[in-house]
């Protein structure tokens, strides 16, 4: 990334005779080749109390080259998310333990919603742990999960309409699937009246359209959404599945989910603090 940034994008810079190659645009320029371009900066949120473990991820994180805004308290997350899209999350042990007292739901539905990380500092040596969301389980270097998670990942805001537990039965396809192809029996994890989990290990590419039939609303005629969030099968302790945003929704749709939203099951779904 060092190199990169001192070379704007659109920006040359001398080279060899003889190379050019690998920039169709100067071919038969002798001298000049094309300077490779910058990547798009990452854009992570820390989530961390003041003090000096928060400075220490902070600085690490920018080594990193990502761009760091920090989240102090659960309204402070709360508020970053749903208005920055962000690439990743960083979140301090001490602190998640710290919400989780008052706040489990929401925050274990936040950090499901995005590529997690959990830090600590080590007292004894002033080292960053590094440990995989949802397990105890030591995971790469900070610098690995920039580049390999973060850089991959869409920057993404988390949705404004809280989800609840409640399991609905589900018959998922994929809007592109052939003629006849009858989909997958799953069931939701969660829902609200902008989305919802759904338990799957297949692999529907985020930004994918979805079509689902509700058991619980007229299946004849099925809902349609945007995947917007897949956690792949064996990524730590997470159930697997895609997080699905609704899309062109009619009024009976929605009041039927308002419905749902407001019924007895409403809440006592399996995972309901899952995203």
Same mark, same amino acid.
């Given at each position: 990334?060092?190199?990169?940034?001192?070379?704007?994008?659109? +920006?040359?810079?001398?080279?060899?005779?003889?190379?050019?190659?690998?920039?169709?645009?100067? +071919?038969?320029?002798?001298?000049?080749?094309?300077?490779?371009?910058?990547?798009?900066?990452?854009?992570?949120?820390?989530?961390?109390?003041?003090?000096?473990?928060?400075?220490?991820?902070?600085?690490?994180?920018?080594?990193?080259?990502?761009?760091?805004?920090?989240?102090?308290?659960?309204?402070?997350?709360?508020?970053?998310? +749903?208005?920055?899209?962000?690439?990743?999350?960083?979140?301090?042990?001490?602190?998640?333990?710290?919400?989780?007292?008052?706040?489990?739901?929401?925050?274990?539905?936040?950090?499901?919603?995005?590529?997690?990380?959990?830090?600590?500092?080590?007292?004894?040596?002033?080292?960053?742990?590094?440990?995989?969301?949802?397990?105890?389980?030591?995971?790469?270097?900070?610098?690995?999960?920039?580049?390999?998670?973060?850089?991959?990942?869409?920057?993404?805001?988390?949705?404004?309409?809280?989800?609840?537990?409640?399991?609905?039965?589900?018959?998922?396809?994929?809007?592109?699937?052939?003629?006849?192809?009858?989909?997958?029996?799953?069931?939701?994890?969660?829902?609200?009246?902008?989305?919802?989990?759904?338990?799957?290990?297949?692999?529907?590419?985020?930004?994918?359209?979805?079509?689902?039939?509700?058991?619980?609303?007229?299946?004849?005629?099925?809902?349609?959404?945007?995947?917007?969030?897949?956690?792949?099968?064996?990524?730590?302790?997470?159930?697997?599945?895609?997080?699905?945003?609704?899309?062109?929704?009619?009024?009976?749709?929605?009041?039927?989910?308002?419905?749902?939203?407001?019924?007895?099951?409403?809440?006592?779904?399996?995972?309901?603090?899952?995203?």
């Amino acid at each position: 990334m060092a190199g990169a940034a001192s070379n704007p994008p659109g +920006t040359f810079r001398p080279a060899a005779a003889g190379r050019g190659a690998g920039c169709p645009a100067l +071919t038969g320029m002798i001298g000049m080749t094309c300077a490779p371009p910058t990547p798009p900066p990452v854009r992570v949120l820390l989530i961390s109390r003041r003090g000096a473990d928060r400075a220490i991820y902070a600085k690490a994180l920018q080594r990193a080259g990502a761009e760091v805004d920090v989240a102090a308290s659960i309204e402070d997350l709360h508020e970053a998310v +749903t208005r920055q899209p962000y690439h990743g999350v960083v979140v301090d042990i001490p602190t998640k333990i710290q919400a989780l007292r008052d706040h489990k739901e929401m925050v274990n539905s936040i950090l499901g919603s995005f590529p997690v990380i959990q830090v600590k500092v080590d007292p004894a040596t002033g080292r960053i742990r590094a440990l995989c969301y949802g397990s105890d389980q030591p995971s790469g270097r900070l610098e690995d999960f920039i580049h390999r998670e973060c850089r991959q990942a869409e920057p993404r805001l988390f949705r404004r309409h809280l989800r609840t537990g409640v399991t609905c039965q589900v018959r998922l396809r994929a809007a592109q699937a052939r003629p006849g192809d009858p989909g997958e029996r799953t069931v939701t994890v969660n829902l609200s009246e902008g989305g919802c989990f759904l338990f799957t290990a297949k692999a529907y590419a985020v930004g994918s359209t979805v079509s689902m039939r509700f058991r619980e609303i007229d299946p004849r005629r099925p809902l349609t959404g945007v995947v917007r969030h897949r956690v792949a099968w064996g990524q730590g302790s997470v159930m697997p599945g895609i997080g699905v945003e609704f899309s062109d929704l009619d009024d009976d749709q929605r009041q039927a989910l308002q419905g749902l939203l407001r019924g007895p099951g409403a809440g006592k779904g399996a995972g309901a603090s899952l995203p």
